[in-house]
């Protein structure tokens, strides 16, 4: 059994002020795998000074100094990339054939390097200089099931920035986030810069929540939890950064690419076994196309290959937790008694697989949009297609959700254009086009506030401050913290 019983604080590996640890279940085989130290209030009050004192130097390091230290960040990270993809598969059932999960990750990194070489910390507005100065100490909670990538895009754009840190991964993803922390510690992240505490969200994150040391709170989870983030945060009237929930829908135009569109849609929706906030489970299809796209629907379900994560030929692994199977396979349930008709998949057992939390991608025709899988986030591998029968009909009830988080649209200008333009979601993707991680990512309505990558990404971790009365415009003003002594323990 692998064995992680420190928590990360002020560049020390130490054990936790009350020591507790929590036991993570391999969801393929149903049994323990690692025991991982968990904190609580009090480490987080560690972690936060030990923040705030780190945060003195590290906001007024220059921009090489931060390109320099995210550098050596991405040659420890990519050092471990294959050991990340292992421990993953265990932990979560993310497939080691999906190396998006583990070689994203560094990309961003990339990214965020080389905006901060070019960013305008400073600039001329009129008569005013404009400063872009680090927000302060950053409490990062990331989710299990992006368990790297998310938690790094976060991190990385902090420090880019001059913020500090302090990560609280999910308690299910608790092993990947400590090794994250051996990556910054490999890296040489100056002490009290980068700080990770797992722990319970009800003890760790709400005490960074709540706490007025705390600067920024970035979160990423279900709207549920967001909003108790929210609350909690504004005691303190902290910045918040949110990425919720989503229930994203794919509209096909009558003459889109049918074939195209249904097998995309399906890999899509089915990436990580369904567990992805932007996944396209709602797919509105022309009334009188629904049987076209119904084989090619049903055809690239049935090619995943369900079995052990640690395989190379896996291509859907478990769902995350055994309440998490209960829950999908209550959704399949529900479907079945409101009237839809499931073409595939449903609540029998993968064949060969007698343990482990397996799902059946499973996909439902005759939807109509007030049904539970066509309304609610259900986070597994079901989609539930919906008839239109016209463009003002799609766009309505592709917008008829709390949620605006993604939005896909497959067809040909000018109505495309018209139907992304029209939906209500942070990011819209034409025919499939890739996500770019120079652009900004985040929600609409109930699905967040804030947005996360890119330069939008970066500036969620800055205060604009205007100083007024200097006439040389490149005069560069030195931040006052830069006068005070330097922590006691400088390294």
Not at 145 to 160: D, E, F, R, S
Not at 345 to 370: I, K, N, Q
Not at 459 to 471: A, M, N, T, W
């Amino acid at each position: 059994m692998n064995d992680y019983p420190h928590i990360y604080i002020d560049g020390e590996w130490t054990e936790p002020v009350e020591p507790r640890h929590v036991d993570l279940i391999d969801p393929t085989r149903e049994e323990v795998f690692a025991r991982v130290a968990i904190g609580g209030p009090a480490d987080v009050d560690i972690a936060v000074a030990a923040a705030q004192r780190a945060f003195l130097h590290f906001s007024v390091t220059s921009v090489d100094e931060r390109i320099a230290l995210i550098d050596r960040i991405i040659d420890a990270y990519e050092a471990r990339t294959d050991e990340f993809a292992q421990l993953i598969a265990r932990e979560v059932g993310i497939p080691v054939a999906n190396r998006a999960q583990v070689t994203g990750p560094a990309a961003h990194m990339r990214v965020a390097r080389d905006i901060l070489r070019d960013y305008p910390f400073e600039t001329r507005l009129g008569s005013a200089i404009v400063r872009r100065e680090p927000i302060g100490v950053s409490a990062l909670i990331s989710p299990w099931n992006w368990p790297i990538q998310t938690g790094v895009i976060k991190m990385i754009y902090a420090l880019a920035a001059g913020c500090t840190v302090i990560a609280k991964p999910s308690i299910n993803s608790a092993a990947s986030g400590a090794l994250l922390a051996q990556v910054m510690h490999e890296a040489d992240v100056p002490h009290g810069v980068f700080n990770l505490i797992n722990g319970i969200g009800r003890d760790v994150g709400d005490a960074l929540s709540r706490h007025p040391g705390v600067d920024m709170i970035s979160f990423t989870g279900s709207t549920t939890a967001g909003r108790t983030v929210g609350a909690a945060a504004a005691e303190t009237v902290k910045r918040v950064c949110l990425e919720l929930g989503g229930k994203s829908p794919n509209i096909v135009l009558p003459d889109a690419d049918m074939e195209k569109a249904a097998r995309w849609t399906v890999q899509r929706a089915f990436f990580n076994a369904g567990q992805s906030c932007h996944a396209p489970t709602r797919l509105l299809v022309h009334a009188g196309q629904i049987d076209d796209a119904t084989a090619y629907l049903v055809d690239e379900a049935e090619r995943f290959v369900l079995g052990d994560p640690l395989d190379g030929s896996t291509t859907m692994g478990p769902v995350i937790s055994a309440e998490q199977y209960a829950s999908i396979r209550e959704y399949i349930q529900s479907g079945i008694d409101e009237g839809a008709e499931m073409i595939t998949g449903g609540l029998a057992t993968p064949e060969g697989l007698d343990h482990g939390y397996f799902v059946r991608p499973t996909v439902f025709t005759g939807v109509t949009p007030r049904m539970k899988i066509a309304t609610e986030e259900i986070f597994g591998p079901v989609l539930a297609v919906i008839p239109y029968q016209d463009e003002e009909e799609a766009l309505r009830i592709a917008n008829d959700s709390p949620y605006g988080l993604g939005a896909y649209v497959f067809g040909s200008e000018p109505a495309a254009r018209r139907i992304a333009n029209g939906l209500r979601a942070g990011r819209v993707s034409y025919n499939g086009a890739p996500t770019d991680p120079y652009a900004p990512m985040g929600g609409y309505k109930q699905s967040g506030i804030g947005r996360s990558m890119g330069v939008y990404g970066l500036e969620e971790y800055l205060e604009l401050k205007s100083v007024y009365g200097f006439d040389d415009e490149t005069a560069t003003l030195p931040s006052l913290v830069a006068e005070f002594p330097h922590s006691e323990q400088e390294h």
